[in-house]
């Protein structure tokens, strides 16, 4: 009887000490690690997951904490993705491991994931109403939580005095556990550009930047913020589908403006003249391309387009202009899958020169010096949404589609100390030619004499990643995304994030 | 073991066989379409057919020369499993229905179609119905591709779309049988052997004198070479072979020679598709529809007498202001009579020739169409049963942003008109066709289009008096149509 008054007092006491915050106070919840099974990047899949939940938890009478020291309630889950079909299931826990509300969610596609989610917190948040609070769980809960031995009162820790977080217990950006450090963010860019070209550094530290859409180059000095400093329009139907820059001899900048007009090469060269952009060339039968071969110096490259299905002509040439002319020497033969676009080279250990190539379907793949293959990833690399079409009216009657479509894909980057740098979309609706990435990434790689081994990769972006440039000086890593693609009366809108490599 | 345990581990083995598909390093890939035309014609009819109509003595409209309006719509699902670049397996389905379910006749309806049937609302065979589940998935392809590991050619074998070197002239078409190609630097040549029609008697197992079915089917052989002279200049050969032997009992092999030129260059601002065909040999008469050189002709003799035809084409395509500026031409050499030497090209089959470049309607079928795939006089034989045909067709295309449209003229009349015992042809002439569309790109994919067309008939179809053409009426009213058209390709 006495144990029970004893109790009783204690209740009661605990009743009107918390009266109030039982009611008004908030449910401090911890969204533990999520499983996951049946997708390839769990690790980003975990995070992600975590994020989206905690978040759409967090609300109303519950607030997701950080840690599960300072939760009245643990929630764990696991995702499962079987073929298209995924299911998400939760499970909330008190700290002391009893079962307080489970929920599930599934999808038919990878589509309906994000929105399942809301609906997973909503559902768990609906059966933790329903469960009923009891003062005794509160008061087991409460001295559960009371040290054994009376503590001083605590004074505010000093940033060095506070305890390190145990990992996994904050969610937090990926970047800090990876390989790029630093960073800058450009505000809001108008125009969902396609791709992106680097220019020269100037005097005040600034990088000339340009990008293009579809049928407008823009200029752009990249200081401390983006400043627009000119734009150049081409007339319809064309459609850019490469931006290269490179200085010519004289410190001139040249653009050279890979250009597709009704499935023919109109390539076009500007240059930067001041604070300007100046055509200086035009109905160019080329694709350009500027760029390191093997990690050695800049330079200009070309290919031809052939009639039929020949989209890509013969070798890949190293270009010189004069004027307007254009002059090939030094032709580069291409193994399977290598056009100007698709391919690099590296050098071995052993100095023998190797091909890195992205196939059709996205596949890194090395060759030898004799184009045969040596090697090919297992995850796919590339994608991109930038196309252009040819007439392909002899299929026509079994696609359905006059034009055959050409996509462009990332380009592979080598840098001076032979490190091949490539771009990655992932998305959940590529499909054929509908392409649509969501999210980007990029891959560092180095040869290790039999595989291209991972050396790195960023964190993936939360957006379409149409082009990437590595800057091997600076050691900095320029990622254009789209935030928002054009519309029917939208130019749709671009970022840029630069990121310190180290 | 209980059911529970049973359920349990067949589902387990059920996810774990699903999960294990990507590591089974197949790549699924999917392509496909969907199309759909709403339609406002006096022509059309949704069902496969071209109507004529006329005016009555008052000219008034009658009840043959009344607009329609139909929805129709096909979607093509495409699925490749592919093991690796060097192999994969291609299939290939469509679907076609007309809003509403099907009429009387037309490819919707499976089998036969009976008069009792069209007044069935259940007979439908396309699923455009009420409550829409009927059978309406059709093949198209079904084909294994890889890469010779020895030497590297391209072997596709199975039901598999092939297309002529000569815009289609010969056969666009999809047929069962083995194509080799390979490429060697800037040659690239290729073999095919299709088996394309064979015996409605003696198709099957042996006839009453142990000769198998291969005796009596129509093996159609074909080479293709094209070489490329520079990136601005290709050009190339092809040679076709159809060796007829369904016939033989009676009237013994055909053998219908088609040699062929092809180019595509371009100079300046000009690119252009050229082909020159002549065909010879003996071509059996042939009784079944389904079999190849059938309807194009109408021949009692072919096996005696030989084939001697001509084909030429071309289209250009030149960069003008802010579009194109098209022009394409084609003559097809056609016999006047029906007896004879035979001088009326022959495609392989009825209803499996093109001519994209034209960008007609009415006068030629238009590449676009899907299940109203049909031209003037109800035909899609671009020879008019071996009448040839001479065409000449000018067009302008262009796009601003995302607007894209085109208007073009055209005018044809057949090669030869044929005449009868008793009675002379009223005329050659097909008519003027103008037409024009425009559209929106809604999406990269889906595009939004209208298009208007309006064919001045010539005298060959719709003459008051004389012999006209198979499919035409006397006193003819034009045809038109009108289209909407949402097209999703990926």
């Known amino acids: 009887m006495k144990k029970q008054i004893i109790l009783m007092a204690l209740l009661l006491m605990s009743l009107a000490l918390s009266a109030v915050p039982v009611v008004a106070a908030q449910m401090r919840l911890f969204v533990a690690d999520m499983s996951v099974t049946g997708v390839q990047n769990k690790d980003e899949m975990k995070t992600t997951l975590q994020t989206l939940f905690a978040s759409r938890l967090t609300g109303g009478t519950v607030l997701a904490v950080g840690s599960a020291a300072e939760a009245d309630a643990v929630v764990s889950g696991s995702y499962v993705s079987i073929g298209k079909v995924f299911s998400v299931d939760a499970l909330a826990k008190t700290v002391g491991g009893k079962t307080l509300a489970r929920a599930f969610v599934q999808g038919d596609n990878q589509d309906e994931l994000i929105p399942a989610i809301s609906t997973l917190a909503e559902k768990l948040l609906a059966e933790l109403a329903k469960v009923p609070v009891t003062t005794e769980e509160k008061l087991l809960a409460e001295l559960a939580r009371v040290p054994d031995t009376v503590q001083p009162p605590r004074t505010p820790a000093t940033g060095s005095e506070i305890n390190p977080i145990l990992n996994g217990e904050l969610i937090k950006p990926q970047e800090v556990s990876r390989n790029d450090t630093g960073g800058w963010q450009s505000k809001r860019l108008a125009g969902a550009a396609s791709l992106m070209a680097v220019g020269r550094t100037r005097a005040d530290g600034s990088r000339e930047l340009f990008l293009a859409e579809t049928r407008r180059i823009s200029y752009y000095r990249q200081g401390k913020e983006m400043a627009l400093i000119a734009e150049g329009e081409l007339a319809e139907p064309r459609k850019i589908i490469s931006l290269d820059t490179l200085e010519d001899g004289v410190g001139n900048l040249d653009l050279y403006v890979t250009v597709i007009r009704a499935g023919e090469l109109v390539s076009q060269i500007w240059q930067v003249n001041g604070d300007k952009l100046v055509q200086i060339a035009d109905e160019q039968p080329y694709y350009f391309r500027a760029f390191s071969v093997a990690g050695g110096p800049k330079k200009l490259f070309a290919q031809t387009m052939g009639r039929g299905d020949a989209d890509f002509f013969g070798d890949v040439s190293e270009a010189t202009r004069s004027g307007k002319t254009i002059t090939l020497k030094n032709h580069i033969k291409m193994p399977r899958y290598g056009n100007i676009y698709t391919f690099n080279q590296f050098r071995a250990s052993d100095g023998a020169l190797l091909t890195a190539v992205l196939s059709t379907d996205n596949y890194l793949i090395v060759y030898d ?122 130019r749709g809108a671009s970022s840029l994030t630069i990121k310190k490599v180290e | 073991m209980n059911l529970k345990k049973t359920v349990a581990i067949a589902a387990a083995a059920g996810a774990l066989a699903a999960v294990s598909v990507p590591a089974m390093a197949f790549d699924n ?367 302008y295309e262009g796009t601003a942003d995302k607007l894209f449209y085109n208007g073009n003229i055209g005018w044809a009349q057949v090669a030869k008109a044929r005449v009868s015992a008793t009675t002379t042809a009223a005329s050659k002439d097909l008519g003027y066709e103008f037409n024009a569309t425009v559209g929106y790109k809604l999406y990269s994919n889906l595009t939004a289009s209208a298009t208007a067309a309006y064919l001045v008939l010539g005298d060959a179809y719709g003459k008051s008096t004389g012999l006209i053409l198979p499919g035409g009426i006397h006193d003819a009213s034009n045809p038109y149509l009108t289209n909407i058209q949402l097209n999703y390709t990926f």
């Not at chain 2, 666009?172 to 630097?185: E, Q």
């Not at chain 2, 409605?200 to 074909?222: C, H, P, V």
């Open chain 1, 369 to 490: 010096e004799n184009r045969k293959e040596l090697w090919r990833s297992n995850d796919k690399f590339g994608g991109s949404e930038l196309f252009f079409q040819r007439d392909d009216s002899d299929k026509m009657r079994t696609t359905g589609d006059q034009y055959r479509w050409i996509f462009m894909n990332q380009r592979i980057q080598v840098t001076p100390s032979g490190a091949v740098v490539v771009g990655k979309n992932d998305g959940f609706m590529v499909l054929g030619n509908a392409r649509t990435y969501k999210t980007g990434a990029v891959y560092c790689f180095a040869w290790n004499g039999s595989t291209l081994d991972e050396k790195w990769h960023t964190r993936a972006t939360q957006n379409y990643m149409p082009d990437y440039y590595f800057d091997a000086a600076r050691n900095e890593l320029l990622m254009l995304q789209t935030v928002q693609r054009s519309g029917m009366n939208e």
């Open chain 2, 29 to 395: 890939e999917f392509h496909g379409m969907y199309r759909s035309f709403g339609y406002l014609t006096n022509a059309l009819s949704g069902a496969g057919g071209f109507g004529l109509g006329t005016e009555n003595a008052a000219g008034k409209k009658t009840a043959s020369d009344s607009a329609d309006k139909y929805f129709e719509q096909r979607a093509r699902i495409q699925y490749i499993a592919k093991a690796s670049d060097d192999l994969k397996l291609v299939t290939h389905f469509e679907l076609d229905t007309k809003f509403g379910g099907s009429q009387s006749s037309g490819k919707y309806v499976p089998g036969a179609f009976t008069t009792t049937a069209t007044t069935n609302p259940s007979a439908n065979g396309d699923g455009g119905g009420l409550d829409t589940d009927k059978v309406s998935l059709e093949t198209k392809n079904v084909y294994l591709d890889f890469n010779c590991p020895l030497t590297g050619t391209n072997v596709k074998i199975g039901a598999q779309p092939y297309s002529d070197s000569m815009f289609g002239l010969f056969g666009n078409f999809d047929a069962a049988g083995v194509v080799l190609s390979k490429k060697f630097n800037a040659l690239s040549a290729s073999y095919g052997y299709f088996t394309v029609g064979s015996s409605s008697t003696n198709g099957i197992g042996y006839d009453a004198t142990g000769k198998g079915s291969n005796n009596y089917t129509q093996d159609f052989n074909t080479f293709d070479v094209k070489y490329a002279l520079s990136k601005d200049l290709t050009l190339g050969a092809s040679y076709y072979l159809l060796l007829d032997k369904v016939g033989t009992s009676t009237t013994g092999t055909g053998s219908n020679h088609t040699l062929g030129l092809n180019g595509a260059g371009k100079f300046g601002p000009l690119s252009f598709t050229a082909a020159l065909g002549y065909q010879t040999g003996k071509s059996n008469t042939q009784t079944q529809t389904t079999s190849a050189l059938s309807t194009t002709g109408g021949y009692t003799s072919l096996t005696t007498d030989a084939t001697s035809a001509y084909a030429v084409a071309l289209a250009t395509k030149t960069a003008v202001g802010p579009g194109n500026l098209l022009l394409s031409g084609l003559y097809l050499t056609g016999d006047e009579n029906g007896t004879g030497k035979n001088k009326s090209w022959q495609p392989i089959g009825n209803g499996v020739t093109y001519f994209m470049p034209s960008n007609m309607w009415l006068l030629v079928r238009n590449g676009a169409t899907i299940n109203s795939s049909t031209a003037v006089g109800g035909s899609s034989d671009i020879t008019r049963g071996g009448r040839g045909i001479t065409g000449l067709f000018a067009g």
